[in-house]
């Protein structure tokens, strides 16, 4: 079984940066797509960011120029850097992988939440 754990939720004010990280474990043959999506409050889950196993990447326009995606295949570990934080960013964040096991799976983290607030 593949399973995805986030780090790196917290308060941060304005303007303030944070860096989250999500790693997988388990039985992993191979990491395609992963990717950053998130749920604000009476809000529905949209998608922020994905990468490629390659290191292509997409963003949300809500956050382009202010997140940056990356991942370190060694270590199946995708990171999101959150820059220029704003109210509107609040929210609990997701972590998505397409997985290859013994087959394709579609795994999805716990979340962890981020608040910015003064």
């Known amino acids: 079984q593949v399973q995805l754990v986030e780090s790196g939720g917290d308060l941060v004010q304005p303007g303030g940066s944070l860096r989250l990280s999500c790693a997988a474990s388990?039985?992993?043959?191979?990491?395609?797509?992963m990717g950053w999506y998130r749920q604000g409050p009476g809000k529905e889950r949209e998608l922020v960011a994905t990468i490629t196993s390659g290191g292509s990447t997409e963003y949300a326009d809500s956050v382009k120029g202010r997140f940056t995606i990356s991942r370190d295949n060694a270590k199946n570990t995708v990171y999101l850097q959150m820059n220029s934080l704003k109210p509107e960013d609040t929210a609990v964040y997701y972590c998505?992988?397409?997985?290859?096991?013994?087959?394709?799976?579609?795994?999805w983290g716990q979340g962890t939440l981020v608040t910015v607030s003064s």
């Open positions: 388990g039985f992993i043959f191979r990491i395609n797509d």
């Open positions: 998505n992988a397409n997985v290859v096991t013994s087959r394709h799976v579609e795994v």
